[in-house]
């Protein structure tokens, strides 16, 4: 069945998500951040992680109480590697860290063929795909991963959340070969809690082995649903963990207490002196011809050996098959087409509950054109 969604001009879209972040305090720099980052979810169809998300999470988490500070200057933590920097971001707006990370990222891989910053006391940055994409355009191999802001992921073979959904977001230059970068971008949740709650703003049911409610069993209903399950069980667990370890490594502290925590047993609790309740970051750019051996059969050069490997895959039986990013490119094809980004009636409200927050004009979605995806 095909979807039926509103076309808000991206100039309404974007005034309002500049007025809203400059309303709770942001600086003007932030707050282009934080619309260039919108736009591209929404026009990419990352609905998990749009405005309404990003302004959601900044209450509970963010400017609301404390986890995120407006204005706040990154520090350089000095380093004896040459192309490798840690930062020290103060609770800075995620998106802006994100965005200037991955640019000094692809400074160091332009001069050393690799570069990686790994961040702490950050405040999550929302889609990490966003972020590699943007590179992979740009021509990079890129990755980036992050502990989530709150541990609402429980553990294989588990009844209560301590971990985060921690993803992990790859974004590799295939342009060329087949007019998109491919992107591996994934929560290692089965679904988001972003998703649970688009299913609840919709009435859709969770996907079996997705979710428990608040006694740990099983749900597929988004509004009793309190804690997510990993994918794929012990798979999407160990990645999970690996994300925990691997923040742990750059400062990280325990995932119960990020974001005020969410297991029972610290939830609204006092933090104990000397603790964090921070997210920690980690980005890797790396140059393609850095890895290059030049050894293409065929006489193929890369962008032609690339598309030749992927057409292997996709040979006969496999061609309906969806190779990451797709769907991605095939949204911002419909948000090119529809000559603006597209939000279903029910987002649009939750829009308007922002635009009356910050004092933007409200956007009535009978007014709007509408367009169908299939």
Avoid at 110 to 139: E, T
Wanted: proline content about 5%.
């Amino acid at each position: 069945m095909p979807t039926t969604y509103r076309v808000i001009p991206v100039s309404v879209h974007n005034d309002l998500v500049t007025r809203a972040y400059l309303h709770r305090g942001y600086t003007a720099a932030e707050a282009t951040d934080a619309t260039r980052f919108c736009e591209l979810a929404a026009a990419h169809g990352i609905r998990t992680h749009n405005v309404i998300k990003a302004l959601h999470l900044d209450h509970l988490f963010g400017s609301g109480n404390g986890g995120c500070v407006p204005g706040a200057e990154i520090e350089v933590i000095g380093k004896s590697f040459a192309a490798s920097e840690a930062w020290d971001c103060k609770k800075k707006l995620g998106q802006s860290v994100a965005f200037a990370a991955m640019d000094r990222c692809i400074e160091m891989a332009d001069k050393y063929g690799i570069g990686q910053v790994s961040v702490d006391n950050a405040f999550h940055y929302l889609w990490g795909g966003g972020y590699v994409m943007d590179a992979a355009k740009r021509g990079y191999i890129a990755y980036t991963n992050c502990t989530s802001t709150l541990a609402e992921v429980v553990p294989f073979g588990g009844k209560f959340p301590v971990l985060g959904t921690n993803p992990h977001s790859w974004g590799l230059p295939t342009t060329d070969a087949i007019g998109y970068p491919i992107v591996i971008d994934w929560a290692t949740s089965t679904v988001a809690m972003g998703r649970v709650q688009q299913f609840r703003r919709e009435n859709k049911q969770l996907p079996e082995g997705a979710a428990v409610d608040a006694q740990g069993k099983p749900t597929t209903d988004p509004h009793a649903a309190q804690w997510l399950l990993p994918f794929g069980a012990h798979k999407g667990y160990g990645l999970s963990l690996l994300i925990e370890v691997f923040g742990a490594l750059i400062g990280g502290s325990l995932p119960t207490l990020r974001g005020g925590g969410a297991h029972a047993d610290v939830v609204g609790k006092p933090l104990a002196d000397g603790e964090k309740r921070t997210s920690s970051f980690y980005f890797q750019v790396i140059h393609p011809d850095a890895i290059s051996t030049g050894l293409f059969a065929q006489k193929r050069n890369q962008a032609a050996n690339i598309k030749a490997v992927l057409d292997d895959i996709l040979r006969t039986g496999n061609e309906t098959c969806l190779l990451p990013g797709q769907p991605e490119a095939q949204n911002a094809e419909h948000t090119k087409k529809a000559n603006g980004l597209l939000f279903t009636e029910a987002e649009i409200t939750a829009l308007n509950e922002l635009a009356e927050e910050c004092g933007s004009p409200l956007i009535t979605a009978s007014s709007l054109p509408s367009y169908e995806v299939p």
